[in-house]
T-cell receptor, first 114, second 115 residues
Framework: GNSVTQMEGPVTLSEEAFLTINCTYT??????LFWYVQYPGEGLQLLLK?????DKGSNKGFEATYRKETTSFHLEKGSVQVSDSAVYFC?????????????FGRGTSLIVHP | KAGVTQTPRYLIKTRGQQVTLSCSPI?????VSWYQQTPGQGLQFLFE???????NKGNFPGRFSGRQFSNSRSEMNVSTLELGDSALYLC??????????????FGSGTRLTVV
């Protein structure tokens, strides 16, 4: 079935540093790809998505490009802030026939220091 | 509009007891999914309900069950609690259309501690 693999964390950065969190996927066809973020004490929030190859999803300064050649969907941000400290999850749907369930990576913890 | 509401936020139960968690999805969302999140196993899918029917099920023992009501609210029940059931239980709602490009909206979760 479909699956995603994320880089292990934690990723520790100073404020204003460049962020990359790697995500690669294994899938049948070209499913939509998602990044979710979980802030401390909260549930997951959809951060961005891309629905087809070469699409770029973006939100709150974060970007990710759907690359079918490398089966990747890496999350990037040019200048992180302390408030970006959270756990980030890469996800893709699993299923068929109109019924799809997101399958999540293990999550990557990001810690940003002032 | 109101988000996904999970109650209670925190729960402490004794091993062997049972527990019921509640989830109210976003108005108009007919699909409700449940996940268990632990530091060791990450996010694991429990089950999904759509129009009061369980449509998908993860790999959990029969002690974990759920249901969905006609107003799309959902409950999950865990019977004969074990220490390993201590986790954050997350509910997510969606309004799926044909295809898989939709996202899910999660609640803040119920933190269950089994002692």
């Amino acid at each position: 079935g479909n699956s995603v693999t994320q880089m292990e964390g934690p990723v520790t950065l100073s404020e204003e540093a460049f962020l990359t969190i790697n995500c690669t996927y294994t899938a049948t066809g070209y499913p939509s790809l998602f990044w979710y973020v979980q802030y401390p004490g909260e549930g997951l929030q959809l951060l961005l998505k891309a629905t087809k190859a070469d699409d770029k999803g973006s939100n709150k300064g974060f970007e990710a490009t759907y690359r079918k050649e490398t089966t990747s969907f890496h999350l990037e941000k040019g200048s992180v802030q302390v408030s970006d400290s959270a756990v980030y999850f890469c996800a893709l749907p699993q299923g068929a026939g109109g019924s799809y369930i997101p399958t999540f990576g293990r999550g990557t913890s990001l810690i940003v220091h002032p | 509009k109101a988000g996904v509401t999970q109650t209670p936020r925190y729960l402490i139960k004794t091993r062997g007891q049972q527990v019921t968690l509640s989830c109210s999805p976003i108005s108009g969302h007919r699909s409700v999914s449940w996940y268990q999140q632990t530091p060791g196993q990450g996010l694991q899918f429990l089950f999904e309900y759509f129009s009061e029917t369980q449509r998908n099920k993860g790999n959990f023992p029969g002690r974990f069950s759920g249901r969905q009501f006609s107003n799309s609210r959902s409950e999950m029940n865990v019977s004969t609690l074990e220490l390993g059931d201590s986790a954050l239980y997350l509910c997510a709602s969606s309004n799926p259309v044909v295809g898989a490009s939709y996202g899910y909206t999660f609640g803040s979760g119920t933190r269950l501690t089994v002692v």
